[in-house]
């Protein structure tokens, strides 16, 4: 257990989801067995990027109809929290966007109303609408990754590559914008050894 | 930790490895064509096929190195518009992602996906990057028609898109798009057609003293890969192995000599030497092994051998058993070596004998380039000859179970030629001139009606 700031965490060995109280942890369930994927990111990873130092301390993986990806939490020495998501081989780092919430498209979206693609939240596009479902988390979280989570999820762009996701579930909507960036970017240690692979010269 | 997920395809039950686990969502399985999902842990079949996978000039699981990356062919397409016919091949490297190599008229581009959707200004340029790129032609159908690998989208044979390209005079822009979304991949020219298959070696880089050295494959591809056409048909995907008839046998055999010429120049080159680094090692019989780092060795070819000579002082009656681990700084893997050092020495009824070697010569076959730290794990024991010690001949280095010390002496030296491969070659380069010969002296006497 590294992080003692997140209230919830995966046990790594039982897959048990504990939620911290004061001292006291409480078993409230099983997470899933997180499928086997070669992520060069895993628990322990750390590396520093914006001014700041993070370290990674948790994952929850989404799956949606065509596919899946991970979302990597990293705490960061600036008290913030970021989500590194990872998806066909690329990388884009989030930090939460409250002020957004408030935009009328989202709270719309909020009282159920759908987004469609082209529509705008300030200069971010719609590009992307689908149902998501979470398929298992590992290490420490801010929230449980029960099996039957079920979220609406939208992707939206800008003309520079920055991106806002924005998802809503029976607890509300959240917004994150972010933008992609490359692992090198990252000035990553303890990335994942992966067998058969030699880290690239600019991540060594 | 394994770097691959294996699933068995479930039309013709072929191995299949995912190379990019939890990426991929799709397979054209690389035996029988079919077509899977594999986005859940339940691998669905999508459409069945009983037909051969179609042959690329890189196959699945060659590995070259492109910008400097290392990376491995997962998948490949064959997609057509109606002028033109051409190839694409994923490459993933877990580090760095995806690209693509393109392979049309003969050249080679690579294309890396837009993370930036380019700016429009007007209807036939874009922005991208401070650069204009203005449209080539109008969007065409473009097919895919050959689908073999593993894929991070749903991919089928048929499926077709919208496509074009906008170009700046050196870089372009690949636009694509489908019923749901819309791609924009940069493409830029790799600059020699022929550097991008040899630089490509089938399968996972040799390991190991049994490993083949690296050379020969890439010989190969290159012949594979003869330039083509944009209009020529789909059949002809494979032009060396057509092109080949019996009238051109003595081209053939000609060809043979000198490819096996280059493939001892290879080897030559791959095997020759650098300097040699010495280290000693006391140890004594009956004693657990004992450890010691003989030399920290950079080797800056691909692939190349490395040779450790052993010496011991003169011993008799003794075996020696050295375990040699090169181990790979960066990724901390071992190939290991063993060698046997034995002298043994007696008196029967025909007198004195002896048997062995004070010297024992080890080799590594194609070791890939990088820093290693050689390490010899060395034991000794006593051999204790019945019929010698009741003689009282080597009863004084004998079973009396005290421990003896035996000096050894190490050399390491990059390089080293393989006896084996020589003999190979010899061969090989005799068996095309004798057939040539033959085929002469038959010619002569009217055999053939060439």
């Known amino acids: 257990m590294r992080s003692a700031a997140m209230p919830y965490v995966v046990c790594g060995h039982c897959r048990s989801v504990l939620l911290r109280d004061g001292q006291a942890l409480s078993d409230i369930g099983k997470s899933a067995m997180l499928p086997f994927d070669v992520s060069p990111i895993q628990l322990g990873t750390s590396g520093a990027i914006d001014g700041v130092r993070f370290d990674v301390v948790g994952r929850v993986r989404w799956g949606w109809e065509d596919g899946s990806w991970n979302e990597w939490l990293l705490t960061c020495t600036d008290g913030q929290a970021r989500w590194l998501g990872e998806a066909m081989g690329q990388f884009m780092l989030l930090s939460e966007r409250k002020d957004l919430v408030s935009d009328p498209l989202l709270v719309g979206f909020g009282q159920g109303q759908p987004i469609r693609v082209g529509d705008r939240v300030a200069e971010f596009i719609a590009t992307d609408v689908k149902q998501v479902r979470c398929l298992g988390g590992e290490g420490d979280l801010p929230f449980p990754t029960p099996a039957d989570w079920m979220m609406t999820s939208v992707d939206f762009r800008d003309s520079r590559g920055r991106s806002l996701s924005v998802q809503r579930d029976a607890d509300g909507v959240s917004a994150y914008a972010g933008r992609y960036v490359r692992l090198e970017e990252l000035r990553p240690h303890n990335l994942r050894r992966i067998e058969g692979w030699t880290l690239p010269a600019g991540l060594r | ?450």
């Open chain 2, 1 to 450: 930790m394994t770097a691959a997920r294996v699933i068995n395809c479930p039309n013709c039950g072929g191995s299949i490895a995912l190379k990019a686990a939890g990426y991929s969502i799709s397979v054209a399985c690389q035996y029988c064509g079919s077509e899977l999902d594999v986005a859940n842990p339940d691998v669905l079949l999508i459409t069945e096929y009983h037909r051969a996978a179609a042959a690329s000039d890189l196959p699945l699981g060659a590995r070259g190195t492109v910008k400097g990356i290392e990376r491995e062919v997962v998948g490949w397409l064959q997609r057509s518009d109606g002028e033109a016919r051409w190839s694409e091949y994923l490459l993933f490297n877990p580090y760095a992602g995806y690209c693509w190599l393109i392979h049309a008229d003969g050249e080679w581009s690579l294309g890396t996906m837009l993370t930036a959707e380019p700016v429009a200004l007007g209807e036939e340029t874009v922005e991208h990057e401070g650069e204009c790129f203005h449209r080539e032609y109008d969007p065409v159908p473009t097919r895919t028609d050959a689908v073999v690998g593993e894929f991070y989208w749903r991919v089928r044979a048929g499926d077709t898109v919208e496509a074009t390209v906008y170009s700046d005079g050196n870089a372009s822009l690949s636009w694509e798009r489908s019923a749901d979304e819309v791609n924009w991949t940069l493409l830029e020219p790799l600059p020699s057609c022929g550097a991008v298959p040899a630089a490509f070696v089938a399968g996972q880089a040799p390991r190991g003293p049994s490993g083949p050295p690296g050379g020969p494959p890439q010989f190969g591809r290159k012949q594979g890969s003869v330039p083509r056409a944009s209009s020529v048909p789909a059949t002809d995907l494979t032009p060396v192995a057509r092109r080949s008839d019996a009238g051109d046998l003595s081209a053939m055999l000609g060809m043979a000599v000198a490819t096996c010429f280059l493939i001892a120049l290879v080897a030559m080159m791959f095997g020759a030497g650098g300097r040699p680094v010495s280290q000693g090692l006391t140890i004594y019989t009956g004693q657990p092994a004992q450890t010691a780092t003989l030399a920290t060795l950079t080797l800056n070819r691909p692939y190349q051998a490395v040779t450790v000579t052993a010496r011991g002082d003169a011993f008799v009656n003794k075996w020696v058993d050295l375990d040699y681990r090169l181990v790979d700084r960066r990724t901390q893997r071992s190939i290991d070596a063993y060698g046997l050092m034995e002298y043994y020495a007696g008196r029967d009824s025909d007198g004195p004998w002896t048997e062995g070697s004070h010297q024992r010569v080890t080799k590594f076959a194609a070791v890939p380039a990088g820093t290693y730290d050689l390490m010899v794990e060395a034991s000794a024991q006593n051999w204790s000859n019945p019929s010698v010690t009741s003689y009282g001949w080597g009863s004084a280095s004998g079973a009396t179970g005290e421990s003896e010390s035996v000096a050894l002496r190490f050399e390491v030296k990059p390089g080293g030629v393989f006896l084996g491969n020589i003999l190979l070659f010899v061969l090989l380069t005799f068996a095309p001139i004798t057939i040539w010969i033959v085929r002469r002296v038959h010619a002569a006497a009217g055999g053939y009606r060439s």
